[in-house]
């Protein structure tokens, strides 16, 4: 196996961005750039990424990993090929997001942040996605693709199974989103 | 002006309004044009006529706060607050989507006025789509020779960069924003300093909101004494208000200020199912719940924080809770995310989410905080779900009276004020449920849990 390391695209995206900040100040700046598309490329961010980075922006280990387990949207380990996320919070919760949930987590046969066994499905509940007044709300992540997610809004039973069928079948029904 | 002036919202829902050209036949980038060369307090003295307040929560005089930036700083910096992610707020997701060229054009206003090379975005990470709308149109800005050197053709340079945040509501206070911008964890700091005389790599800066720096093209155009007449006593303009939960037609609204709660569910199309309103937080959920009767009040700044019609909010029936310096607490306009609940909603469930966020969102720094947003969110949890023990309702109080005003930033006090003002408004709802709690010990059963 090869050592991992950082994509073209990532190394371009970090020069053309060094000059727009201070001197000295471009490496630490740039940390939570390249951690988020270091996590693209690899699927989650372990030591070894976050040795890679730490190495290329100048930075100390310790800094990287402070900022990797500060933020929701790094993962320490791989999520499903889809990453659904639905909001509970307050406007959502009104909408009966809990009841939504629960539905995703039986079908699923999974909890909170979990996988589905064939790695197809990560579950997540998730604050405030600020779209409350279309709520329930989800947020549908596919690996690889940037231009998903989608936000998926006024959810009810009927629309959140035919997004469960969807990615069981092995796509993201975009149709239903926006 | 018309009774029906939309200054930000006009264009939304239009799929064109987010292409330069399409912006520009609307005469946008003309105000920015013009700024290149005015003198940069021309620009700072329409803003301050205007008396437009921060439309992230604080509701600050923004005129006033770009007064704070020291004469003689040779590095300003201008950031702007795009990690919209109070519940209950949803409206910059709005403007970044349908309407990006107007924040834009606000920035290079903006930085003209304060001096400012370097121009940063912090928008939220989850925001992948407005993330993309906005890289787009700051490409397009570019390709134009709007930003970059010598814009307009004229001497001023102005770079704009956007940076994305990566899930932490706590990156939406200024000063843990600016700690994530550097790049590291989103941990707020101390005030003072300001940012405005030592924020980003420790030069001057000014962070505003989306909405507030959407607003300065038109203040520049028709002029900072006309936006003030939009507006009543010391707050100019329109506001866009967001509105969720129970109403007919939720949404973002572009309103007078002097629009109360009752005008607002009107406009929403009433309740939903003709239902009777039970609560409404007036702006996003940090801030403290208003009940039925008091929604003749407008939803703007001074009033909802003076008016007497509101309830102050206590820390035990007939002791009031301090605010600092001997004020009271009613409530504040905040970000304008308004949460409309009807009548069936269970307050202390609703109170349970939202201390379930805080204490989700907590950066971990402050005592009081870290630990006294779990307490709450765990508390408020078991009185919630049938499990309360005598004495949790006064318990609530005294954690969230002893969070408040004990902490680096907002985000303790976020949560103890709708604590308290649960408990001053709902009383009743959280006691009836100790009282049924699955847990109570039965009557004239000898001794209580061990």
């Known amino acids: ?178 | 002006m018309g009774e029906n002036l939309k200054i930000i919202s006009q264009h939304f829902d239009d799929p064109q309004a987010r292409h330069l050209d399409h912006y520009e036949t609307h005469g946008g980038y003309r105000m920015a044009r013009k700024s290149s060369s005015m003198a940069p307090g021309d620009i700072h003295g329409e803003v301050k006529a205007s008396n437009l307040r921060g439309r992230g929560g604080a509701g600050f005089p923004t005129g006033v706060k770009w007064g704070f930036v020291p004469k003689d700083a040779e590095t300003v910096y201008l950031v702007v607050n795009a990690d919209e992610s109070e519940p209950g707020t949803f409206k910059d997701r709005h403007i970044l989507f349908w309407n990006p060229h107007m924040l834009l054009e606000g920035m290079i206003i903006a930085a003209r006025s304060l001096g400012v090379r370097n121009a940063y975005i912090y928008i939220r990470g989850e925001m992948q789509r407005e993330f993309r709308v906005l890289q787009d149109a700051v490409d397009q800005a570019y390709a134009k020779g709007y930003l970059g050197e010598g814009i307009f053709g004229s001497d001023f340079d102005l770079d704009i960069t956007i940076c994305r945040g990566l899930g932490a509501y706590i990156c939406g206070e200024e000063t843990a924003l600016l700690s994530s911008l550097e790049g590291g964890r989103g941990w707020p700091r101390l005030k003072p300093p300001f940012p405005a005389v030592k924020g980003l790599w420790g030069q001057p800066t000014i962070v505003n909101n989306v909405e507030t720096i959407a607003n300065l093209p038109w203040i520049l155009e028709h002029g900072g004494q006309a936006f003030a007449d939009l507006g009543v006593g010391r707050s100019g303009g329109l506001r866009l208000v967001s509105v969720c939960g129970h109403v007919n037609n939720p949404g973002v609204y572009e309103l007078p200020l002097t629009v109360t709660g009752n005008d607002l569910i009107e406009m929403c199309g009433g309740m939903r199912e003709g239902k009777a309103v039970k609560g409404i937080i007036p702006g996003g959920v940090s801030m403290p719940v208003l009940t039925a009767d008091e929604l003749d009040v407008p939803f703007e700044f001074d009033a909802l924080q003076n008016d007497e019609r509101i309830r102050e909010v206590e820390t035990a029936p007939g002791v009031k809770f301090d605010l600092g310096g001997g004020r009271t607490l009613r409530t504040m306009a905040g970000s304008g995310g308004v949460v409309v609940m009807d009548e069936t909603t269970d307050i202390t469930k609703a109170a349970w989410r939202i201390l379930h966020f805080f204490a989700d969102e907590s950066c971990g720094q402050c005592t009081p905080c870290r630990e006294g947003t779990g307490w709450l969110a765990s508390v408020a949890h078991r009185v919630a779900f049938g499990h309360g023990r005598a004495g949790d309702v006064e318990l609530m109080a005294s954690i969230a009276d002893g969070i408040a005003g004990n902490t680096i930033c907002a985000l303790g006090d976020a949560a103890a004020w709708p604590t308290l003002a649960f408990l001053t408004k709902f009383r009743g709802e959280f006691e009836d449920k100790v009282k049924n709690s699955h847990d109570a010990a039965p009557a004239g059963a000898a001794g209580g849990a061990p």
């Open chain 1, 1 to 178: 196996m090869t050592a991992k390391q950082l994509t073209p695209e990532i190394e371009a995206w970090i020069e053309q961005r060094w000059s727009r900040f201070p001197e000295g100040a471009a490496g630490k700046a740039l940390t939570l750039g390249v951690l988020y598309q270091a996590q693209e490329t690899f699927g989650h961010v372990d030591t070894e990424v976050i040795d890679i980075v730490a190495d290329r922006l100048g930075v100390t280990a310790a800094h990287v990993r402070g900022v990797a387990t500060f933020y929701t949207m790094i993962n320490a380990r791989d999520v499903g090929r889809y990453h659904l996320q639905v909001c509970t919070n307050i406007g959502c919760m009104l909408d009966g997001a809990y009841e939504l949930f629960d539905r995703c987590k039986a079908r699923l046969g999974v909890q909170n942040k979990g996988t589905t066994a064939d790695g197809n499905v990560t579950l997540s509940e998730v604050e405030c996605l600020a779209a409350c007044g279309y709520g329930p709300v989800a947020q549908i992540a596919e690996r690889g693709k940037p231009e998903i997610p989608l936000y998926f809004e006024h959810l009810d039973e009927k629309k959140i199974d035919a997004i469960l069928d969807a990615l069981e079948a092995g796509n993201v029904p975009t149709e239903l989103g926006r």
